[in-house]
């Protein structure tokens, strides 16, 4: 289907991003999960995303619970794959990665046919949800693939799409996509791929804009809808560090926080808050149809929302422009 339909609605084009309930930043209770989700919908979010990842399940079944409890033609929903959860061995304790208290389980990375139908099945059966309006391949790049990059490219291409494709055409599912962090590698798979949609994290946003060389052209031209995230980089765009900080999931390099640092006074001399300009300027662009934030703090659900409903002065791009902090062919809001 056209992908982009399934954003036209307005309260459809700001998403809840649910990794932070699985533990990412913090041991966030069950409590405070819940109070987040009940907080972000009456804040009038009404895209909600999360992933098999996010603490090992851990966020589909917080996300599910509270689901469950409002009308299901209300809300849009996607989930990803790419791993399913096993047991551990006795004795065995598997790596955490970045999330602080995960459920007990190992993961297991399949981009294969049956692994990807493994993985939808387990987070079916996490969410309570007998339809998923999206699902997306995730972390289908070099940074999080290293050398196995190729070979699981090979089967994701070969294999993996198949089934979500298979799924789409029954109409199990509204859309296809992926999610992943490099923009070559995304204009790779709309290539080899039948894809409705992409999540793209940090590579197209208010501090750099790698994505506008070759894969947001192709994504207008394949009629692919693009969905935004990471817009604050990891955090720089929302206050920039003196030093260290987070960017792009590490500690940011002196010249990136200058950068920050720089974007932060024009938006100032303009009125704005930085954050709300990094969440309104990947809209400007004609393949991004959705910009979706993470939260994992109830404070920052409605901060979230004033800023996408900001009104922000349309000559801050030019000055962004002027002082080379833009790129100057970036189309803006």
């Known amino acids: ?15 809840f991003g649910a990794s932070g309930l699985g533990t990412l930043t913090w041991d966030i209770p069950d409590d405070v999960a ?33 689901l469950r409890n409002v009308p299901r033609s209300d809300y849009m929903l996607s989930t990803k794959v790419g791993r399913y959860f096993v047991a ?24 294969s046919y049956d692994g990807v139908m493994r993985s939808l099945e387990q987070s079916v059966n996490r969410l309570g949800q007998g339809a998923i309006d999206i699902v997306y ?4 790049d070099r940074r999080n693939l290293g050398e196995d990059f190729n070979r699981h490219y090979k089967t994701a291409v070969e294999s993996g799409y198949k089934a979500l494709d298979e799924l789409r ?11 992943l962090n490099e923009a070559d590698v995304a204009a790779d798979l709309i290539s ?26 192709k994504a207008v031209e394949k009629k692919v809808s693009v969905v935004a995230v990471g817009v604050f980089n990891s955090g720089i765009l929302v206050k ?61 659900v ?5 800023w996408y409903k900001a009104t922000l002065p349309a000559p801050l791009w030019q000055a962004l422009k002027r002082q080379g902090l833009l790129a100057e062919n970036a189309p803006t809001p």
């Open 1 to 15: 289907m056209n992908a982009a339909a399934l954003f036209s609605s307005p309260e459809m084009r700001f998403g």
């Open 302 to 306: 409605r901060q979230n929302m004033d």
């Open 240 to 300: 920039p560090p003196e030093a260290g900080g987070n960017y792009d999931y590490g500690a940011a390099p002196e010249a990136i926080i200058a950068r920050a640092r720089a974007i932060a006074e024009v938006c100032a001399e303009y009125g704005v808050e930085m954050p709300a300009a990094a969440v309104h300027f990947p809209y400007g662009h004609p393949a991004v149809k959705c910009v979706l934030v993470g939260m994992s703090k109830l404070k920052a």
């Open 137 to 140: 391949i995730h972390d289908l």
């Open 34 to 66: 819940q109070a987040i989700l009940e907080e972000a919908w009456a804040a009038g979010f009404r895209y909600f995303d999360s992933s098999p990842l996010y603490g090992f399940g851990l966020s589909e079944l917080r996300l599910g619970r509270f």
């Open 88 to 111: 551990p061995k006795r004795g065995e304790i598997p790596d955490r990665g970045g999330w602080v208290r995960p459920q007990p389980l190992k993961p297991v990375l399949d981009y």
């Open 169 to 179: 055409r029954s109409g199990e599912v509204k859309a296809i996509g992926v999610g």
């Open 192 to 217: 080899d791929c039948d894809l409705d949609v992409v999540m793209l994290a940090g590579r197209y946003t208010l501090l750099e804009q790698p994505a506008l060389e070759s894969f947001l052209p």
